[in-house]
């Protein structure tokens, strides 16, 4: 373990009670974390809902308000808790929320917030963010909007038994009395914002659908556009894409969307983004704020990028994989992380000054990543976060809560104490089984270096979510878990490739849907030198 993660939780967890970053005393108002283990308590999801009684939506998108400001921050976070706890009374809140937000598209809302001639020389269907200015222009913050009606619609859509019932709201703006209605409104209309100004006007995406602003705007004009408003962009494509898939009434659309950001994640991963080793034997990523630079991106719109990137591996359908996002991970960790209470301001390590200073606090966005290095999870969200202390930061509490529910859905590990099996062991120092017995001071080593396998019966047929490998050094780079029900006929449940590293590493692997088998077998593919793990975990119920 990194010896800062060791400083950090010692300081966390030795420094006594003080209030956290955003963190104050708890009252009946706050959000407030029962605990940094076990399953998202009703506590925890009453206090989100009881703050959610404290707030309202912006009344114009000036500032950024629906895009990082305020309300697009509580949209999203009211999004993550609906998904993690179905209460209807946070998606009725954020039905509140879309709506606000659909109102005041310039095209719709009445003078003073709409009726505005932007640079276009038209009233377009979009969000401006300055009106006092000549001309008024546009950038990548439209996707946000756009992508909070279509993340609200998919939430509705998803979520069958609400179809036809009544919004409690009354419908006052006439969007849609049943929540199936409501959600199509919402869709239909975001489609329009889309391809009646960001696609029409604002982006250039003729060079094979890579995101460039277009060449008569006045922002950027003819640039390839940062990361951090791709994914903003992306926010909006995805979630569409999916509201389409469960309508199923335009797959060519759903098409046309996913192609666009699959070609944008792609550009991000073969030319944004270079990897390399870092000092704790770990791979990371050093990227840029937009293309066609890869180095020195800074931490404020490197959370934004961290953010969009874990929103698309959510959906499992645009080919990022646990070992990039654990690449994303021990980036913070092992690079930005510069001890306790002080965090780097650019992902390389590096500080400067405005987005590139240094801070004494994580980036809400990062929290997400302590899901795939379980070993920061404790000092990363104990850092700005305090069991029974109340906090007003809505976007840090429910990626708290995200993180925490995938943990505990994840599970045990099932294959602790189960009987394990090889191709080979390097000597009987070295058998299956300690790769199985939940100890980290014991491993399986082969005695071949390609092609080995390890397998284990976990007893009896099992939901399995989660593989997590301990590997001493890291030798093997290419490898397949395969999973069976009978110990006969294989299925492969995952594939992957990673570094070769002289240190020990963590991978861990998250299956986009739970498989159920009893036998699970470890196929390492190719390997630099003998395969050999401390623990092979297989999490599930």
């Known amino acids: ?186 869709v239909a209309e975001a489609d329009y914002a889309w391809d009646h100004h960001v696609a029409a006007s604002l982006l250039d995406l003729s060079n094979n659908n890579l995101y460039r602003f277009s060449a008569a705007g006045p922002y950027k004009p003819g640039d390839p556009v940062p990361w951090n408003q791709q994914m903003m962009f992306n926010y909006g494509l995805q979630n569409l894409a999916e509201a389409h898939r469960v309508l199923a009434d335009d797959a060519a659309r759903v098409s046309r969307y996913e192609g666009i950001i699959q070609t944008n994640i792609d550009s991000f991963f073969a030319t944004g983004a270079t990897t390399y080793i870092d000092s704790d034997g770990h791979a990371a990523f050093n990227w840029a704020y937009a293309p066609p630079s890869t180095s020195g991106e800074d931490s404020n719109h490197g959370a934004l990028d961290v953010a969009g990137m874990h929103r698309a591996f959510l959906t499992g359908r645009y080919h990022i994989t646990t070992a990039q996002l654990t690449q994303f991970a021990n980036t913070f960790v092992d690079v930005m992380t510069l001890g306790p209470n002080h965090y780097a301001g650019r992902v ?10 240094d801070t004494s606090y994580i980036r809400s966005a990062y929290l997400l990543l302590a899901q795939f290095r379980p070993d920061a999870y404790l000092s990363m969200v104990s850092e700005d976060l305090t069991p029974g202390v109340g906090t007003t930061s809505i976007d840090r509490f429910s990626r708290f809560l995200w993180v925490k529910n995938q943990r505990d859905l994840a599970g045990v590990n099932l294959a602790q104490g189960r009987p394990a099996t090889a191709s080979s062991e390097y000597s009987a120092n070295y058998p299956a089984g300690a790769a199985a017995d939940g100890s980290t001071t014991t491993r399986w080593a082969s005695a071949a270096v390609d092609k080995q396998w390890w397998q284990v019966d976990l007893g009896s047929v099992k939901s399995i979510n989660q593989f997590v490998l301990d590997e001493y050094r890291s030798r093997v780079t290419t490898y397949t878990f395969r999973v069976s029900s009978d110990g006969k006929t294989w299925s492969k449940a995952y594939r992957g490739t990673k570094a070769a590293s002289s240190a020990d590493t963590r991978t861990t692997v998250l299956l986009p849907k739970a498989v159920n088998a009893r036998y699970v077998k470890l196929v390492c593919n190719t390997a630099v030198d003998k395969p050999t793990f401390w623990e092979i975990q297989v999490l599930g119920h």
């Open 348 to 357: 390389d390590g590096s500080s400067g000054d405005g987005h590139s200073s």
């Open 1 to 186: 373990m990194d010896r800062r993660i060791v400083a950090a939780w010692a300081c966390a967890f030795t420094a006594g009670v003080a209030p956290a970053h955003g963190a104050v005393p708890a009252d009946s108002n706050l959000m407030v974390v029962s605990s940094f283990s076990g399953p998202v308590t009703q506590s925890e999801i009453d206090s989100f809902k009881t703050y959610l009684t404290t707030i309202s939506p912006a009344a114009s998108n000036i500032g950024n308000a629906w895009a990082q400001g305020a309300s697009g921050e509580q949209t999203k976070a009211m999004g993550l808790v609906y998904e993690i706890s179905h209460d209807t009374a946070i998606l009725d809140k954020m039905l509140t929320y879309c709506d606000a937000v659909l109102s005041e598209r310039n095209d719709l809302a009445p003078k003073p917030v709409g009726q505005h001639v932007i640079w276009t020389g038209r009233i377009d269907p979009a969000w401006p963010n300055n009106v006092d200015i000549t001309p008024i222009g546009t950038g990548g913050e439209q996707g946000d909007p756009i992508g909070h009606l279509g993340n609200c619609a998919r939430l509705v859509l998803q979520t069958p038994a609400v179809w036809n019932l009544n919004v409690p709201d009354g419908d006052p703006r006439h969007y849609g009395k049943t929540y199936l209605a409501r959600a199509k409104k919402y």
